[in-house]
């Protein structure tokens, strides 16, 4: 637990570890996934996720005395307006919020980097590896909510902890969804869906998953 101290300060806006830290915020699922990484804002949310999983970067306005609260491999102090740029540029919603930041203080001024969570089989396609130790179909399922084509991540998020609280055992995501790892998502369900099992697919996939595991839509 801990972090190393980053090894240089983030001053320019030109400089790559900015350009790609722009685009997992704005890029597509798909372009994340290719990554690997997902982009998590917020002091808070950091933390929280911190707890039990090791971020790869932190990027904060924090002297170095304050890296050491950070589960991180690495964290670089970055000029504010860096951060600024990397949360709300090529956004006009974002940079209201950004008025609004400035009336809350600055504690979501700090953006990590952390591996996404691999997705589940389900019993289709390749298995994760903690699909494969429970055996082809992967772990049971007995309730599994399906969620087609929710784009706003206020709903998404609601959904999520719904199904966390209910103990769902999955979620199987079809059509133009919004990524559940947006960093709006997480932040609307306070990343309590971090660990629940998922898939992307078609709807004849889902109905597909519930044959396997004897699930009947409803």
């Known amino acids: 637990r801990g972090a190393m101290a980053g ?7 030109r400089n790559p570890a900015v350009k790609e830290l722009l685009r997992l915020r704005t890029g597509r699922r798909r372009a994340r996934e290719k990554r690997s990484l997902v982009l998590v804002r917020g002091q808070q949310m950091i933390r929280t996720i911190g707890e039990y999983f090791r971020f790869k970067e932190v990027f904060t306005t ?4 304050a890296f050491g609260q950070y589960n991180a491999e690495r964290v670089v102090r970055a000029d504010k307006a860096v951060l600024k740029h990397v949360l709300f540029a090529q956004n006009f919603e974002a940079q209201r919020h950004s008025v609004r930041l400035e009336k809350r203080g600055e504690d979501e001024l700090v953006v990590g980097t952390i591996e996404q969570p691999l997705a589940s089989s389900f019993g289709l396609g390749q298995a994760s590896k903690d699909d494969a130790s429970e055996g082809a179909d992967g772990p049971p399922l007995r309730q599994l909510l399906a969620i087609d084509g929710v784009k706003h991540p206020d709903n998404m998020g609601m959904l999520l902890s719904t199904a966390v ?6 979620v199987f995501l079809s059509g133009s969804c ?3 790892f947006n960093h709006k998502v997480l932040e609307a369900s306070q990343a309590v869906h971090w660990t629940l099992p998922y898939r992307h697919g078609s709807v004849a996939e889902l109905l597909h998953v519930c044959a396997r595991h004897r699930l009947a839509p409803c």
Do not use: C, Q, V, W
């Not at 609280?165 to 999955?170: E, H, T």
């Open 62 to 65: 924090e002297g170095p005395d």
């Open 7 to 13: 090894r240089m300060d983030l001053l320019s806006i």
């Open 165 to 170: 609280a209910l103990r769902y055992d999955g």
């Open 178 to 180: 919004i990524d559940p």
